[in-house]
């Protein structure tokens, strides 16, 4: 069978485009997962921003698809019913298959007949679209697909039960296949970058997260001779830096030292690498952690710091990860002791903060941003954002402080919910004035490390930073909310990924 497997071309806005541009690991470990035979295309759309339509066009025209399957978050849902109208109208017999953290958590959001999705793969993938492929091409039924939901002759959608999460120890899923992607222009700051994972799963409940609602709470892990083949791999297809895409690689830090001995033992240290972590785990263990990190390649760490205010931590429920431990005994919150250790071994601090909480007010925001600017080397600072089943929407709705359903806004720096004392607008104006300046004190940095493409791209990068301010900004005849103003109309267009062309306006 063809098959053509598409992500959205939906992006955070955290960087510019032309800065960052991360291929989607769950495509080619589909490809790679399904059986032989079948041809299969990976397309990230995320490379193709400006001309969406016209690449879905030629790619469906090119390979003549008997599936076509998205992969979808909630803020990319709107653009990814736009596509399946325009694959409907231009190939009617593809079977349309979605999957992702959005049709798994809200299947019925998938199966109004007007939309035409004929399967919604729910949780982990790669064994359920396989056995869909298996059951499409023999002839035999779907009902007993777990981790399927299907439409059946009279249109009607069924649930088939859950699968089980993969025990990834057991050897039972093969590499991604990279070959497979028919799009290229992947890149971390002009290197050409891919993305790995190690393990999958998480124990702890962070409100605000969709991997417990997605997977339960477990953690699984690959055994190393597979990551470190999955490693080579991603350097043969040019890799120059490699995003581990764990959900929580800290969780087991015996583990993760273990992993980056590996990757000296192995020579596979001259890649840069980018991880998320816990602050607890390298707060409390960064002594020996750290520098095996960085011998291994470590350059960017992503640290879940979430707030630095206990009552927004409670909110969260993101104050166990963040408590820092002596002895067996609690002593304190971990940030700091987190951040001194990876800057002591040179590598770099992407802080993850979420301000805008329930009971938030100008201070204890501004208190992040002052926490952010003196310590983060980037900052990643979002609003809480109400994504299906997770405890923290059910807690905002039920406070009523959910303002806006625009799921295409959901995509974490736009403010969809107002706090006890700010309105929505005003949180996000708060994080926006604040973090461009933040973004800009990287630029040095980044210029070192990658001087012909700072050089090349660094106007488009900072324009992209600083979008809606007009020289009148720069005299000081506008103010700080004139650019806002400017640069939400500017985000607003930035949306409409999907140029309509005139076969699918039909």
């Known amino acids: 069978m063809n098959v053509l497997l598409l992500s959205m071309p939906d992006s955070f806005e955290h960087m510019a485009p032309v800065a960052i541009r991360m291929p989607n690991g769950a495509l080619t470990s589909l490809a790679g997962n399904v059986d032989p035979h079948h041809r ?17 066009e030629r790619l469906v025209q090119e390979r003549e698809p008997d599936v076509v399957g998205l992969s979808v978050m909630t803020f990319q849902r709107r653009t990814a019913f736009r596509l399946i109208g325009l694959v409907r109208a231009l190939r009617p017999a593809a079977r349309i298959v979605v999957g992702g953290y ?39 039924g779907h009902a007993r ?32 296949r990279r070959d497979a992607r028919v799009l290229g222009g992947y890149t971390l700051l002009g290197r050409s970058v ?20 997605m997977r339960g709470r477990n953690f699984h892990a690959y055994d190393f001779a597979r990551v470190l083949d999955d490693i080579r791999d991603a350097r043969a297809h040019g890799a120059q830096c490699l995003f581990i895409v764990d959900d929580n690689v800290t969780l087991d830090v015996k583990r993760f030292e273990a992993l980056c001995a590996a990757i000296v033992e192995a020579g596979l240290n001259r890649i840069d690498y980018v991880v998320q972590a816990m602050t607890s785990a390298i707060a409390d263990h960064g002594e020996t952690l750290a520098p095996r990190m960085r011998e291994a390649g470590f350059r960017y760490v992503f640290l879940g710091i979430e707030n630095v205010l206990d009552e927004d931590l409670g909110f969260l429920k993101a104050a166990a990860k963040n408590i820092r431990h002596e002895g067996g005994r609690r002593v304190g919150n971990a940030t ?38 003196r ?38 720096t736009t403010a969809v919910v107002k706090s006890e004392h700010l309105g929505a607008e005003e949180i996000e104006f708060l994080r926006w004035k604040a973090e461009r300046w933040m973004k800009l004190r990287h630029f040095p ?8 493409f700072c050089l090349r791209h660094g106007p488009a990068m900072v324009a992209h930073t600083f979008r809606g301010a007009s020289w009148k900004y720069w005299v000081g005849m506008e103010s700080d909310r004139d650019v806002f103003r400017r640069y939400r109309q500017i985000r607003k267009a930035e949306r409409e990924y999907l140029e309509t062309p005139a076969r699918s306006a039909r």
């Open 336 to 373: 700091t002791a987190a951040i001194d250790h990876l800057h002591r071994h040179g590598m770099y601090v992407v802080g993850g903060l979420i301000v805008g909480n329930p009971s938030d007010t100008p201070e204890s925001i501004e208190a992040n941003l002052r926490f952010a600017r």
């Open 194 to 213: 891919d993305v790995i994972e190690t393990s999958r799963g998480c124990t702890f409940d962070c409100s605000f997260c969709s991997i417990i609602e």
């Open 102 to 140: 959005d049709p798994s958590l809200a299947p019925d959001a998938w199966a109004s007949p007007e939309l035409g999705v004929d399967f919604v793969v729910r949780g982990e993938g790669e064994t359920t679209f396989r056995d869909l492929l298996r059951a499409l091409e023999s002839g035999d």
């Open 40 to 56: 299969v295309a990976v397309a990230d759309l995320v490379l193709v921003q400006g001309r969406v339509a016209a690449t879905v």
């Open 445 to 452: 940095v980044a210029l070192r490390h990658s001087p012909g």
């Open 375 to 412: 310590y983060v080397d980037w900052p990643y600072i979002q609003h809480p954002t109400p994504y299906p089943r997770t405890p923290m929407t059910k807690d905002l709705d039920a406070r009523g402080l959910i303002t806006n359903d625009r799921l295409e806004e959901y995509d974490g």
């Open 145 to 176: 697909i777990c981790g399927l939901s299907w439409r059946d002759a009279e249109g009607r959608f069924h649930h088939n039960p859950d699968r089980a999460v993969q025990r990834l120890a057991d050897g039972s899923l093969r590499l991604p």
